[in-house]
Structure formats: C-alpha cells, structure tokens
C-alpha cells in the first residue's frame, strides 16, 4: 500500500479538472446501454418464434428499463477535481503525504475537491469557510464516520456479532453516541475529574524534568526527546488517570514494560495503511496474510490487559472518595440514560481510545513546539521572560499560573496552525446527499478535513511558513482559538466530532511545555545554524517529526535541588 501511495506525485498532475461533458459520460453511457438492451428486447417480443424468446425479450426489456430511468437523473453536479483511473480512482495518485497533496490539489481545484477512492467519492475541505459550512451548518450531515477501519476488528469490537460499534470516535451518531460522549464529556473530562488529577499531571511534569536532566548526564548528553520524555510524561498521565498506574520510568517491573510494548504493537498497528480500509471487498482475502494475523494476536494481548483492569476494580471496593476514584471506576459506574447499552466492551474501548489519542497527540505536540522554539531562541527567550515574570525562578510552574501566560497560549496557537497532529482531523462522511457551493456531494462522500491546508494558506495567513506567536497577540487573530469556534484552527475539530479529551490535551501540552521552558536553558552546538534543525513530517497515527528532536545541551534555570531524582 505504501508503495501505491508513494508513488512520484508528479503523476498525479495529469489530472485535470473535470468538464461539465466529461461528468456526463456516465449517464451518456448508462442511456446508451439500456437504449441497447431495450431495442434487443422489443425485437425479440415482437419477431420471437416461440415462448423462449418472449421470456429474454421480457427480461431484456425489465433490464433496460431502471437503467433508461436513471440516465434520465440530472447528472450530478460534483465539485472539480483531478481523474483518476477505472476502478482505483484517484487512490494510485495519493502519495504518502495526503495532508500535502490534498493542500496542493486544493490550490489547484478550489476549497472543495472530489476525487474518487475507488468506488467511494471524497471530498477535500479547505477553507475556514467550508470548514464552517462542514462541521457548523451541516454539522448533523457531515458528522457522520467512514466504515470502520480494519483495526476497528480488533481494538474496538467493531463490528460485533450484531455489527454494532464500540467507543466513541467510529461510531455513527445516535443515541450510543450521544452516551459515550456524556461520559467523556460529563465524567472523564469534567472540570471537578481534571482538577481531582491536578497534582498528577504536576507530578508527571516534575519527572520528565528530572529524567531529563539526568538521562542526559546533567545536560552534557544529547538525547531522543520524544521517546525518553515526551512519550513516558503524556502515556503516563493517561494511564494514572485510567488506573492510577505509571509504566515509564525507572525501576519499572515486568508489567511496566509490558504494557508499555503492548501499547508500542498498538499504535504501529493501527498506523499500518491496509488496502482492506479502502476495499472492504479484500476483507476475507487480508484475513490471512501475516500482517492482520499479528493485529489479531495483539488486539488479543489488549484486550486480556484493559478486561484486567476493569475485573481488577470490581473486586475491589470502590472508592468513597470521587476525588479517589480512577476512570476505569468512573466508566464502570456510569449509568445508561436510556435503553443503550454501556458493556465492558464499550468500557475496555473507551480506555485504551483515551491511551492512544492522549499519547500520540501530546507527544506529537510538545515535540513540534520545542523543534520551533529551538529554531527560534527569540522566541524561547521570549516565552522564558514571561514564565520568570509570572511564575519567578524559585518554584515550579503550576496549573493555576496558566491564566497569566497569553504568550504561552499564543505558542500553542501557533503550533497548532502550523504542526496539527491530526492534519486531516479523522475521516467524517457524509450521511445523505446534500450541496456545498452550489456542488452536489453524493451520500457516504468520504470528507477531509484538510486543518494544515488551512493553516498554511498566504490567503488566510499573513507569511503563513514563518512560526511567529505574535500573530495571534494582536488583531485580527486576538480572539482566535483552538475551542472549534474559529474555523482558521481547529487541532481539535469542531462540532459534534470535536475531540472528546480537548480540556485534558490543551492542559498537558500547555503545562509540559511551561515546564520544559521555564526549567532548562536549551543551547544547540557552538556554531550550530538553529534553522537546519529538521522540520520534515512523517504522516501516520499523529502528524510527527520525521527525524526525532534531540536536546543538545541543557542548563537548569531554577534551584538545583528541584531537579534531584527522588
Ligand atoms: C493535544 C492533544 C489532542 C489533539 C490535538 C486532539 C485532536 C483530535 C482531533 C483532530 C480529533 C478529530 C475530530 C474530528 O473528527 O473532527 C479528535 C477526536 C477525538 N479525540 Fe482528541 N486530541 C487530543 C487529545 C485527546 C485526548 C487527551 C483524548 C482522551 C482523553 C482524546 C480523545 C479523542 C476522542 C475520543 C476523539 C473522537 C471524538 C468523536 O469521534 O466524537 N483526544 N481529537
């Protein structure tokens, strides 16, 4: 598949946009074969010799018929975009940088592209005000998911027996929806939830300063960021709130590194691109081959872990306390409010959803932001001024200072412009046919929602290549926002699919990098040139640095004693 995908994007540029005549072939056609079919059919009815020419011309007749009715449907009016080829479509064409090539294609075509997934049309969304015609004014229509991906089968029950789905980010809208985004919403993501795990996520920060600190040999080392610190602090905040466990870090026993592997296997199977997400049809034919038998075995391994925890809880006695309970014990207690059903099926998707997006995503983002602050010490000055300003040099920064950072929120804003993690959002569909622009989008079009497109665009972005927080101090990008109301940036979507950990994403990115910050001075080699430190992407689960981020050396910035491992 990556080889299809990967292919030398220049070919994709013989597409042309699509003329009104050549969106009419197919019904040309379809009115020239049932004209076909029904002229074979009268002849063999009026000249047939006998019983046995009647039945073909009858059946022949019976066949041309729906086929003349529709090529007599107005053709649709789709929106431009490039060609493809028979049965594939526009698949070969797609290179292993969709979120690019869709942007290019979006230069080319216009904010609304179609193109062809094989049988399936998609669409590109590309504009703020498409976007806002999407996920606000046709929200209902658009909110609607593709067919579940293959690892669907085996990391979230999907489909069942009865050909239901589990968890909240596959599952159509509805009223198990509905409840699997109460819980989230009302009860894992809950102000009172966030600020009962407040000290935690203090906590985790104060350990990757020291691990740090000393993996690093006191500063004079250079280390793999993303996995010595990024990974093990956003994995384990999750996993301390979902079971009040760590499984980073030192002196980790057996299971700590087990489950640390077994979450590995997860997310590089789920990044896995299979041809079978395209052409379900391949299903029963991929069954078999050693990639998906792995997936199996994995999702296996899983889910023996996450019933663990839940049969773990049930017998012991739940907490008094609320503040005490973890989130395995909030799903387990959370009651249905009508007749669907919360299973441990639902419940055991619902964590490992809450693992995965909050790992991947958190990493992804205070790795990007460091890689530009590194790019551009004024900038890492600048931010450095204001955490001494606010916070001072004695203590660590806390939640509560956050309110008094406007030029730390401007950095997130303008990491999430310029390095979404998800560039594409996840694939929404579009449940009945509807207009966009005047253009026809045919029921089940596959959208894309292209967020990097948006957040490079010179018409939208004044430099839009140039990292440059101060955008957003000043009007007219003042009141602009990551909360889905601003349709210029939206690392978290917007509408009924807006992220369902959003408060707890924005929390930890923002906390880790007032740590990161405001604890290290971050110098690079004498004579080092800071723009040549590598911003390629890598396109997969999360939009992630190609060439991992190293820290060169680090000095403290605050008392010493504060970076002395326990
Ligand atoms: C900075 C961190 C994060 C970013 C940038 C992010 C971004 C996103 C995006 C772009 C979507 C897709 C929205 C759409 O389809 O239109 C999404 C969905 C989702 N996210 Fe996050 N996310 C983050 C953290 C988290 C965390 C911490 C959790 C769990 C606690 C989480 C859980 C989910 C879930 C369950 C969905 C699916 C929502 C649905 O389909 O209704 N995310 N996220």
């Given amino acids: ?58 059946a022949l007749v019976a066949m041309a018929v729906p086929i003349l009715v529709a090529s007599c449907k107005k053709p649709l009016n789709l929106p431009p975009g490039p060609r493809g080829v028979p049965v594939l479509g526009y698949l070969p064409f797609l290179t292993d940088m969709p979120h690019r090539h869709m942007a290019e294609l979006a230069q080319k075509f216009g904010p609304l592209v179609h193109f062809q997934l094989g049988a399936t049309p998609a669409m590109i969304i590309a504009s703020p005000a498409t976007m806002k015609e999407v996920l606000m004014t046709q929200d209902q229509v658009f909110a609607a998911r593709p067919p579940a991906l293959l690892s669907s089968k085996y990391f979230a029950y999907t489909p ?65 960021l993303r996995s010595t610190a990024f990974i093990p602090m956003a994995n384990n905040v999750m996993t301390f709130m979902v079971c009040r466990k760590r499984y980073h870090g030192k002196n980790q026993a057996t299971e700590g590194r087990e489950v640390q592997k077994l979450i590995n296997d997860v997310v590089r199977s789920c990044a896995n691109v299979s041809l079978a997400n395209f052409f379900p049809i391949l299903r029963p034919l991929t069954a078999w081959s050693s990639e998906e038998r792995n997936m199996a075995a994995i ?154 497109a948006i957040g490079r665009d010179p018409k939208v972005w004044d430099r839009p290549e140039e990292y440059n927080p101060e955008r957003f101090m000043e009007s007219p990008n003042l009141k602009v926002d990551h909360k889905g109301q601003s349709f210029n940036l939206l690392p978290f979507g917007a509408g009924r699919r807006i992220c369902a950990g959003m408060p707890l994403g924005y929390s930890v990115v923002k906390l880790a990098l007032a740590y990161l910050c405001q604890s290290f001075e971050w110098s690079l080699p004498e004579g080092m040139d800071p723009k040549t430190i590598s911003i390629e992407e890598r396109f997969g689960l999360a939009l992630t640095m190609k060439h991992p981020l190293r820290s060169y050396f680090l000095k403290p910035r605050l008392p010493l004693h504060l970076y002395a491992c326990n």
């Fill in 160 to 224: 069942d027996e009865q050909g239901r789905s589990h968890g909240c980010a596959g599952v159509q809208l509805g009223p198990y929806f509905r409840n699997v985004r109460r819980l989230y919403t009302m009860e894992m993501m809950s102000a009172k939830r966030m600020e009962y795990f407040k000290a935690s996520r203090s906590e985790e920060m104060q350990v990757m300063v020291r691990t740090l600190w000393e993996e690093s040999a006191g500063g004079r080392q250079s280390i793999d």
């Fill in 1 to 58: 598949m990556q080889s299809i995908l990967s292919r030398k994007r220049s070919r994709s540029y013989r597409s042309e946009r699509l003329s009104i005549s050549s969106r009419m072939v197919p019904q040309m056609g379809k009115m020239a074969y049932g004209g076909v079919l029904l002229a074979l059919g009268m002849h063999f009815l009026v000249n047939g010799t006998g019983p046995r020419w009647y039945v073909v011309g009858g």
């Fill in 299 to 452: 999702g296996k391994r899983m889910d023996a872990y996450l019933q663990s925890l839940l049969d773990a809880r049930r017998r012991a006695n739940p907490p008094k306390d609320e503040a005490e309970k973890t989130l395995v014990d909030v799903v387990l207690e959370f009651q249905r409010d009508d007749n669907t059903e919360i299973d441990d099926r639902t419940r055991k998707c619902v964590i490992l959803e809450m693992i995965l997006a909050g790992t991947e995503t958190v990493a992804t983002m205070v790795e990007w932001t460091m890689a530009e602050l590194f790019r551009n010490p004024n900038i890492m000055r600048k931010v450095q001024s204001e955490l001494d300003a606010v916070v001072g040099t004695s203590r660590f920064v806390q939640e509560e200072d956050m309110p008094n950072l406007p030029y730390l929120a401007a950095i997130f804003k303008e990491t999430s412009r310029l390095h979404p993690p998800s560039p594409l959002l996840f694939p929404h569909e579009c449940a009945r046919q509807t207009q966009i622009n005047g253009y026809d989008i045919p029921a089940h079009s596959r959208i894309f929602l292209n967020t990097w």
